[in-house]
């Protein structure tokens, strides 16, 4: 591997190799339907994200920031959540929305424009908002996690967030906190190599995955295209924090291999030979070999798969695009309970009433 990647130095911990074949303990606690489920739905995620490139281009969409590649990390990673737990996305995150159940139309809407940041209800599934500001979903990530924990509520918080905003105040200051309070916090890296244009050698001399160390937590690297090393390392890190030790720092090392978002051109900054080397470690492609070798899964059932999630995906599509633009009122109802003067004068003159 070139030694200015990302994903260079130390070995992140793995379970299936690129090719598919088993280089560690793969029975992590999974029955065979729910190895089959981490296929299925990494799947639809990929189907569903090459939709939504589709559809901003055919001018159904706004800007939509693409994930193809992260699908092991994501699903992985939001897989190993209970029901009670809570995740914080970045603006990256779809194929972790629909594991944890967030209908993705809704998703969708904040994409479309039509509606502002997070339409969905993040207390229905416990996924928090879309978050654009980078790095501040990890504060509130962690101040969820001690809420829980002063509630005496069995759950953890898990903060998604990329290499870049691991160069932002909010991570230390987030993971600071976190370690001083013993949060039942996850802080999940994904370390995709790149923060828009910027490499993450030019964002990190050292290791993300060692500052844990310095705030006095746990760390781990894991291979992020290896769906079931995530699961375990998450999943170990959530029983640890409703155990009551604390946070963890995961850096799951993966890969972009879309632009940044649907107005980035990333040739302008990466050799195609970068993102031809990565599409040889495809998180799909490894994890089904591995499953079918296992015996765990056949051609048909990874072909229902597919077929599945076409039709998932048409349906998205056409709900999308259906969707009228929600009542102006809204805009002035979810702010305050008593709204002000001023803002009752701007609901009036918006309404023409
Ligand atoms: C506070 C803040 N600064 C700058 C930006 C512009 N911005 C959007 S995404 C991004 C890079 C994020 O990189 P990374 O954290 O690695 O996540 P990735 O996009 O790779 O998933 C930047 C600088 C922003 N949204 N918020
Ligand atoms: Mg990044």
Redesign the pocket.
Known sequence: MDPSDHASGTEPFRLIAPDGTAVGETGVGLDPEQLRELLRQMIRARRLDRECMALQRQGQLTVY?P?EG?EAAQVGSAFALGPEDWAFP???ELAAAIVRGVDPVQYLWYHRGTWHGGPYDPRATRFGPIC?????QICHAVGVAMGLAMDGVDACALAY????????G?FHEGANLAAVYGAPAILF????????S?P?RQ?TVGEIWKRAEGFGMPGVRVDGNDVLAVYRVTREAAERARSGGGPTLIEALTY?VGP??TADDASRYRDDEEVERWRTFDPIERYRTWLMASGHADEAFVSGCEEEAAAWVGEIRGDVIATEPPPTEWLFDWTYADPPALLQRQREEALGG
């Open positions: 920031p994930f992260q970045t603006f990256r654009v500001p980078v790095a501040t967030f990329g290499d870049g905003s691991a160069s932002e909010d890296c994904q370390n995709n190599g790149w923060a828009i910027v993450t964002q972009r940044h978002t």
